[in-house]
């Protein structure tokens, strides 16, 4: 009776308190792949008797550019959630809100991201708004990432605890994002097309700058770091 | 072959008329997951020549805030999903077409969120018809939930069965919502923005009162709530 | 090392020939799911300034019923492929393809559904095109099931095999669907409306009728059906 | 606590680098099975008052014949991601940027499916347009699986590594698709519908032609081809 017994395990030795770390994974990966691949949506030309198809793919550069930043954005976002639920040991219900305010930023993306190509084209004030919208939604994931980092860390749901000092270094360097994005909403309001310049350099950044959560050797309630597990 | 028995188990150990808990919740997730990110299709601007932007997004406020408050429908259903999911040890045929009924209604909100606030913006006796049929897909959401839970529980398909005097009191207590978007449905005729509010209200109140399953020791056929089960 | 061993063991204890039947259920849940949500998308009004938004939606009557219909076409056949899946030991190449095939059908449902509500609300020659259209892909698609499951039993795919003379019975019972959308195609061009009822009558016959894979007794390679599996 | 010692297991065994290799195929086949549903949006007819249904649909053929091509080029991409995983030990960052890179080809495929079908029909230099489009999209997906294979191969990520000249074959084998697509590329500059074909004789070939990790009997950190893992 393997299988009834892991369904039991968690309940029983968890408490009624914990959830199930797989279920919100599959729940926050479907999102992730939703929204990655519903921003190719806005890659839509008029179609015949609207010009060239040449010159309407070359005129809508900014939707590809956007598509390709805003891809990376989402994408690099997924490759850290996974990096952090990785080094999760349990999902409380707080964690799932904390999780849901993360996938509203998210499920959004593709609306900006069209948003800001098709007024990037237009350009003058409203290309400006747009820019805004871009990185305030931005601002609004990188925050609420960090946030929900910060949670996991002070409430000790990780499977290695970090000691204070590492805990609060790790959030400062892991909320620089959220830092470099309100730079970009100010960015926004002065050249327009340098936010999605700036969102993929913040984008590459996290591609180098892991969520850090290195562990901290010491009595973890699991296996010592060399220790064999099974 | 540790991967064949595990498949075999369910089948011969719990006989053909089992399903597969985790297939079950991969399908609902996916449900959830796409219709919560496709509520954000609903955001739209009329693009360049349509008046500033910045008049557009805030003429269009209905939408934001319709979007934020199906969201979080949309998200705390999947939670209290989740939650009565992981108290329950068996899934068959009965429960996935009473899931099936759930998720015929969780499909539309994208849809009736866009239409309540597309009319919510116009007034007048549309905006009413709009609040109903918003207030009425809510209804069957939340009745469709509550009847679900009703058959887990009669069924004795929890992991720790309840009581039937704790049953009675948790079916009526986790009812209380679909009591409330009643209220919602007469309210929809009277001032139609109020009808966001009280979803928004219940939504808020499921966030607070969970599925009411504690579990009650006694001889389940799983360790008892202090054991080791490895 | 218990993940990696687990990892481990399909391939070299199955052969290089099996597939991974986890993913392959992962990813026909994802398209079920994305395929029952998308036929909401076609759920729309015409908007404020159209008329009367209860007569839009009196109106629009074949688009709900047709979305009713369809959801439950695809829940019930979700339901189907869930429980053969269930009493599917392997998963080999050609199955894989097999599979496809259905999917190939159930991707299009969302469009034939809104064509056909379209349509039926249009009357006419067209009316029949469009009926014709929905009851030939309901056909195309109870076909490759009743194909994918004749190949799963004749190429020895069950965990518990079947007799000879019981997968002939089999596959005829299961295929009767696929018979009586030979029907609807007829009906279609006689009155289109019908062909709504005959896809929903189709759709309660699976509900009452499952996969007839009712394990038989023997030395299959499994542990009998009285035995315990761990 | 077997479910926490299996967390823990991945984390302190494998390092802090590896990822998990679930979450990194359930995010995939999320992708593909979004996208590969998405094809069907393009499916549409202009509706009743917009000529006949039956002209219509005949008039659309290029959708049709590019839906059932691309539908294909999807699906047999995904088996064969399926099959290249199934032999990989483990994941780390770099590849799943690696795969990210070829997502971003998968995802525009729905784009340039609809985009192909509708200039197809209008013909001329526009057609020749979208049809390099559409080889140089498939180019960079062949591309993108080849180099990722490659990685995985070179980085010694698979269960039973290749000896080197078997990779280097390994490696020509498979690109093989991604050289075709070159040749799809110059022919879209003299007979557009021609690069349809090309693609559906492409995806034949990767029917036939699989992932070449034929397991090399050897030394490698798993059990020999022919042990039992339990």
Not at 52 to 78: C, E, K, M, N
Not at 90 to 105: E, H, I, P, S, T
């Amino acid at each position: 009776m393997l299988t009834i017994r892991r369904r039991l395990t968690p309940i029983t030795a968890l408490g009624a308190g914990w959830m199930d770390k797989t279920r919100f994974e599959t729940f926050s990966d479907g999102v992730f792949a939703v929204a990655i691949t519903l921003l190719a949506l806005n890659l839509v030309v008029a179609g015949p008797g609207h010009g060239s198809l040449a010159h309407q793919l070359t005129d809508r550069w900014p939707s590809f550019a956007a598509y390709v930043v805003s891809f990376f954005v989402i994408g690099v976002l997924w490759v850290n959630h996974h990096s952090l639920f990785r080094q999760v040991a349990r999902v409380d219900r707080g964690l799932l809100y904390a999780n849901l305010c993360l996938l509203l930023f998210v499920v959004v993306i593709p609306f900006i991201t069209s948003t800001f190509a098709d007024y990037l084209r237009a350009g003058g004030q409203d290309a400006r708004v747009a820019a805004v919208l871009y990185a305030l939604v931005m601002e609004g994931m990188g925050l609420s990432f960090t946030l929900m980092f910060a949670y996991v860390v002070r409430a000790g749901l990780l499977v290695e605890p970090l000691s204070p000092d590492a805990s609060r270094a790790a959030i400062l360097r892991f909320g620089v994002g959220a830092g470099a994005y309100l730079v970009a909403i100010v960015v926004a309001f002065v050249w327009p097309p340098l936010v999605l310049v700036i969102a993929g350099m913040i984008t590459a950044y996290y591609i180098v700058e892991r969520v850090p959560t290195e562990p901290v050797p010491g009595p973890a309630d699991g296996p010592g770091p060399g220790g064999a597990a099974d």
